[in-house]
């Protein structure tokens, strides 16, 4: 199981004090954040994509470079990469080349986006959404696990003997999370590929999620990667806490309120009753997250949003001590109890080299059986 | 006046007639002509016609004794939630419960103040947080309040296309209670056209099979492909 973060990077005026950070002191807080996240002993540190105010990370694997020359351990993720309006040829050579730099410590979630004038901007069309990222995807997995593609499709201009280069780190790729809040299309696609399917559940009930996870597990299972259970699971999450609960929620009130998503909206109360939004001591955080695996099965990867809303870094950081010291260690024991052996870890890039490795192996000393046709890095590299 | 309850927890298994009354005040004119529509309208659906001891009559839909079960939704007392919905994007328990009713009815009675020249801004702001294909071929009555006469076309070049657009089935007859129909016994003809409008809807309820229908949410449009449909496979 692993735990980290992922942020939305906005830059949001401080309700208290009416205080902003320029753009250079907000991305240079997303650095701060990230080391800070290895040095509580988080494994996941995620960065979004966006390309407009009040957002500053508009080139995630620039910051992720950065951040990977000074960490050591932490894995570098997105949440997300817009697979509908960059170049598929260029998200698979950016990301390889991160993956060299980082020595593997890096995988990727792909995502629609939230903004519509994305689309235009970029020379798209909104309504195309959903067929953009199943024919880009289609690509960038090609152009991952096959040498020279020859390529055409409906959204960009044909390939003919194309090679990405850098080539993935030890020809494995980075492993890939796809993202979605509602659409059944990216669930089944995520299936499809025996990748990863994120689920940001911070935002709306976690019915909702349940309902589109168990569509996913079913999928995977229907494809042939495992069985349900064994399906690659993230989940998103969201806590404020304080020693004593009362505190937590006097504290981080002002900013709920004035939050861009849900600010002027429901109260903190009823949003925390509805989402997994949880403002209270350490052990309230503990108790509703030990809890998720009772909705959405045993999985693999919980990230929660710590920095936004105009949350001063200094606060952040606070939080993440708390977080890294007195909450994941118990989670990581309450999510190991019980834990079924053949659920699969969080994906790394040893585990899949390893896993490669020992297909491999097992190919040349057997003919092709059924069994280990079906297993997750064999489908995908086929 | 009636007894409907404002809160019906679970269906039984008759035609469902869900009410949506968008009257702020309470008591408010708007639920009054709310209930006198549902009064006729369930009078329609419960009476048995000349031929209801033929069972076979049944599925004609014209006569046998229809069973049904109402649901009134005051949107006042959504308010908070709507406003929420818009902001959040979700609907909290209470207003999914309501926007579920109206998705999985056999009929809708839609009756809203007209405030400005239109539908109340809550009515518009219901009908925005329910999916825009939730509505399809589902039968419904409007009507509306309003202080004169004058206003009484709103549901004709309002009302009517906002329901025409989510695919709904609007009856002919749109029901106008201006103030003074309530005051005029002896030849008002608002119970004409109430009884009149709440026929029209009964008939469609009756052969309405929309609330035994099971949803897919998941269900993946014709011919979508994982890998897209062109040269990537």
Redesign the interface.
């Known amino acids: 199981m692993q735990f980290g973060l992922f942020t939305v990077s906005d830059v949001t005026t401080d309700p208290t004090n009416g205080t902003t950070m320029t753009e250079h002191e907000r991305i240079k807080s997303l650095v701060a954040i990230a080391k800070k996240a290895e040095e509580v002993g988080l494994d996941v540190f995620a960065l979004g994509e966006h390309h407009n105010e009040p957002f500053v990370s508009s080139s995630p694997t620039t910051t992720l470079a950065y951040i990977a020359a000074q960490t050591e351990s932490l894995l570098l993720s997105t949440s997300t990469t817009l697979i509908t309006t960059n170049d598929p040829v260029k998200i698979a050579e950016d990301f390889a080349m991160l993956q060299h730099l980082a020595d593997g410590r890096v995988d990727v979630m792909m995502g629609r986006g939230n903004t519509g004038p994305v689309y235009p901007w970029f020379g798209k069309d909104i309504r195309d959404g959903i ?1 953009l990222a ?2 880009n995807y ?2 960038l997995n ?1 152009l991952w696990h096959e040498h020279t593609v020859d ?4 959204f960009r201009t ?1 390939l003919q003997g194309f090679t990405s280069t850098p080539r993935p780190l030890d020809d494995v790729p980075p492993f890939v999370w796809h993202g979605s809040i509602r659409s ?2 990216i ?3 995520a ?3 025996g990748d990863g399917f994120f689920a940001n559940n911070i ?3 976690k019915e ?1 999620y349940m ?1 589109l996870i168990g ?1 996913y597990r079913q999928r995977f299972e229907h494809y042939g990667h495992g069985t349900a259970a064994q399906a690659i699971v993230g989940l998103g999450g969201q806590a404020f806490m304080a020693k004593k609960s009362q505190d937590a929620v006097n504290q981080f009130r002002p900013y709920f309120d004035n939050a861009p ?2 600010g ?3 109260s903190l109360e ?2 925390m009753e ?1 989402t997994p939004l949880t403002v209270g001591s350490p052990q309230e955080v503990i108790d509703r997250y030990a809890g998720m695996r009772e909705y959405f099965g045993d999985y693999q990867r919980q990230l929660f949003l710590m920095d936004h809303a105009g949350l001063p870094l200094k606060t952040v950081l606070e939080q993440l001590d708390i977080l890294g010291e007195e909450v994941v260690p118990v989670l990581r024991k309450e999510f190991a109890t019980n834990r079924p052996a053949d659920v699969p870890d969080g994906p790394t890039h040893a585990a899949l080299v390893a896993r490669k490795v020992a297909d491999e192996d097992a190919a040349r000393a057997l003919p092709k059986t059924k069994e280990n046709s079906s297993d997750l890095v064999a489908e995908v590299t086929k | 006046m009636t007894g409907f309850d404002v809160e019906t927890p679970s269906f039984s298994a008759g035609k469902k007639l869900v009410v949506v009354s968008a009257g702020l005040s309470q008591p408010s004119s708007t639920r009054l002509l709310a209930d006198r529509l549902t009064e006729a309208t369930t009078d329609r659906l419960r009476e048995s016609g000349p031929s209801a001891e033929s069972a076979g009559s049944a599925r004609s839909g014209e006569s046998a004794a229809t069973e049904v079960d109402i649901r009134i939704i005051e949107l006042r007392d959504l308010a908070h939630d709507i406003t929420n919905n818009l902001l959040t994007g979700f609907a909290a328990p209470k207003l999914q419960a309501a926007i579920d009713a109206v998705t999985n009815a056999d009929g809708l009675i839609a009756v809203t103040p007209i405030f400005t020249t239109s539908y109340s801004g809550l009515f518009k702001s219901f009908i925005d947080v329910i999916d825009t294909t939730a509505l399809t071929d589902l039968p419904v009555l409007i009507a509306a309040t309003g202080g004169t006469e004058r206003h009484s076309l709103a549901l004709d070049y309002a009302m009517r296309p906002l329901f025409t657009y989510l695919h709904a089935v609007v009856v002919p007859t749109s029901v106008y209670a201006a103030s003074a129909d309530w005051g005029s016994a002896e030849g008002s003809t608002l119970p004409d056209r109430i009884g009149r409008a709440a026929g029209e809807l009964a008939a469609l309820v009756r052969v309405s099979d929309r609330s035994g229908r099971v949803g897919d949410p998941f269900a993946l449009p014709s011919g979508f492909s994982p890998v897209g449909g062109f040269g990537a496979q």
Do not use: N, S, T
């Not at chain 1, 390529?151 to 409906?154: I, L, N, P």
């Open positions: 067929p199943i024919e289609a690509l090609k390529w055409q499709g409906k044909p059944p299309e669930a089944e696609q299936a499809y590929y935002f709306w009930p909702h309902q569509y998503v849900y002027h909206g429901p009823d949003f509805q």
